[in-house]
């Protein structure tokens, strides 16, 4: 299966349905009032987390996600009906972004976790609720508010018990192929691996836990050279390190300063990640010339106070050690993990977040361009062909003071103001 960890969609969550403006009319009551119901409200738009899903291929094919909007109320005080939600499912472990902000939206880590990330609109009020004692018959209904759309940026960060991290050639695809199923290339020249590989390690009938083959790191990765951020992303979601080191030095480099360079660079990324528990791991032992460095190696382990293991990926010597401990190692560490996002603080979309203040501006026409999420809904629900309607936004505006903060930017007769999609010429 092709593995695909970051897509871009686009979200559009339904509109609620426009209210009802009508009066009751039956046989002996010639003058019924107001009874026109609400609409119904849009559907979100909503994302799953499912074991049933393994990459972001499918959004490759597939980028935009639309909710149902609400049905339109009716006579009778009939409420519409609310629009259906729009669920996208995504591999668990997927972040969501806005792709204009970078703001993180949701994070999810556990199979069924939903997060709305587009909230559908409110049914517009039909005429019935506008009823009261100095307005015995409105004639106005609102409009549905608009659903909420915007641009997502899904990207997949692994969740696997254990993580292999090192140089490029080390050995690290050969380690994962001898010890599961995974069949990740294998050659000699680096970057072979340019995507992370996944390899489920069976201990016995019922205890496996998952290897992740992470693409190769170089000195620079923390500031995104070589793979960089597309490999560090996924080292978050590892409750276990595994070191791997070329003990023979093939490529004639110190296998101690291999180590060194390696956790600097976790460490410029992340604190938290440079504190998991690491397991040094030394291989191509196999070779006579990884005799020579294998001293200095367990004396590197010795100090750093980590575990420390001798291997051959090739013939499998010390294999069988490495995986068994590792396997009790997260029987018995396991459970106390908890998953690091790095460099942003993780929450789940406030759908309910708004801001009062009026922000006022001015455009390359010196237009005036009123900002203010509130107000732009009412806009936007507004029937301004009806008087009543028209008379109720004037009270609004009237409300949120908008003549005084216009004329302190420095309005004049007849200039022009925009809120929302709607335009408006300015009078004294």
């Known amino acids: 299966m092709q593995f695909i960890d970051k897509s871009t969609i686009s979200v559009k969550a339904g509109n609620g349905g426009n209210g009802k403006s009508s009066f009751r009319r039956e046989k002996f009551i010639p003058k019924g009032g107001p009874d ?76 069924g976790q939903r997060a709305v990330i587009a909230k559908g609109g409110r049914g517009g009020r039909g005429n019935a609720k506008f009823k009261s004692a100095s307005r015995r018959a409105p004639t106005f209904a609102e409009f549905g508010e608009p659903g909420e759309a915007r641009n997502i940026l899904l990207e997949l960060k692994l969740l696997a018990d254990v993580g292999l991290v090192g140089y490029p050639s080390v050995g690290k695809s050969s380690l994962i192929a001898s010890v599961s199923e995974a069949r990740p290339e294998i050659a000699e020249y680096h970057f072979t691996t340019l995507v992370p590989v996944l390899g489920v390690v069976r201990l016995d009938y019922e205890k496996n836990f998952v290897m992740a083959d992470i693409p190769g790191l170089i000195e620079g990765a923390a500031d995104g050279a070589g793979l960089g951020h597309e490999f560090l992303r996924h080292v978050e979601r590892t409750k276990l390190i595994l070191h791997i080191v070329d003990a023979a030095a ?106 009062d203040e009026v922000i006022i501006e001015r455009n390359d026409a010196a237009e005036f361009i009123v900002r203010n999420k509130n107000l732009e809904k009412i806009v936007a629900m507004t029937n301004f062909d009806n008087s009543e309607g028209l008379r109720r936004f004037q009270f609004i505006w009237r409300m949120k003071n908008l003549d005084a903060l216009l004329k302190a930017r420095g309005i004049k007769e007849g200039e022009t103001v925009h809120i929302g999609n709607m335009t408006f010429e300015w009078h004294e």
């Open 36 to 111: 026109g119901g609400d609409g119904g409200r849009g559907g979100n738009v909503i994302l799953e987390a499912s074991a049933n899903v393994n990459t972001l291929l499918n959004f490759r094919y597939s980028r935009k996600f639309v909710a149902e909007n609400g049905v339109a109320g009716d006579v009778k005080r009939q409420f519409g009906r609310g629009g259906e939600d729009c669920v996208i499912k995504v591999p668990i472990g997927t972040v969501a972004k806005d792709a204009s902000t970078g703001e993180i939206l949701a994070d999810l880590t556990e199979n």
């Open 250 to 355: 093939v490529e004639g480099r110190n296998p101690v300063e291999d180590f060194h360079r390696i956790n600097a660079e976790l460490k410029r990324y992340s604190e938290k990640i440079a504190a998991r528990t690491q397991i040094l791991v030394a291989n191509k032992i196999d070779l006579p010339q990884a005799q020579e460095n294998l001293p200095a190696l367990e004396k590197l382990a010795a100090d750093a106070g980590i575990k420390f293991f001798a291997i051959s990926a090739v013939t499998h010597e010390g294999v069988d050690a490495l995986i068994k401990y590792v396997g009790g190692w997260l029987d018995e560490h396991g459970k106390e993990f908890e998953p690091v996002i790095a460099q942003d603080e993780v929450k789940v979309f406030d759908v309910e977040k708004d801001d």
